[in-house]
């Protein structure tokens, strides 16, 4: 059975792309299957596997405006059982849009 887990918090600069990416790879090592879902806009998740947000042509935010399928978007083996998919927000004003999108979450 799956599991989730989210870290969440407004105050910047506390840790928390450093703990997802850590805690991510630590849960792959073990062997369990992971994924990663970048929901915050500057995309730094991404950076620390050592990819280029703007390099990426699918993301979170397409699947949430374009429609195209989350599958499509997800970056696979990172690492052995780490799989991630990137927020790709390129600008101020996508970021508002996805904000917006995340209004209609139950």
């Not at 849960?27 to 998740?45: C, N, W």
């Not at 993301?59 to 083996?77: I, M, N, Q, S």
């Not at 904000?99 to 979450?105: K, M, P, Q, T």
Request: overall charge negative; hydrophobic content about 45%.
């Amino acid at each position: 059975m799956g599991m989730s887990l989210a870290l969440v918090s407004q105050k910047g600069g506390v840790g928390k792309t450093t703990l997802a990416a850590n805690l991510a790879a630590s849960f792959a090592d073990l062997k369990f299957r992971t994924l990663l879902v970048e929901i915050d806009p500057q995309g730094s998740l991404i950076q620390c596997f050592g990819l280029d947000r703007f390099d990426l042509s699918h993301g979170l935010y397409g699947c949430t405006t374009a429609g195209k399928p989350a599958d499509a978007a997800v970056e696979r083996d990172l690492a052995e059982n780490l799989d991630l998919l990137p927020a790709n927000i390129w600008s101020h004003e996508e970021e508002h849009v996805f904000v917006g999108a995340l209004d209609y979450l139950p």
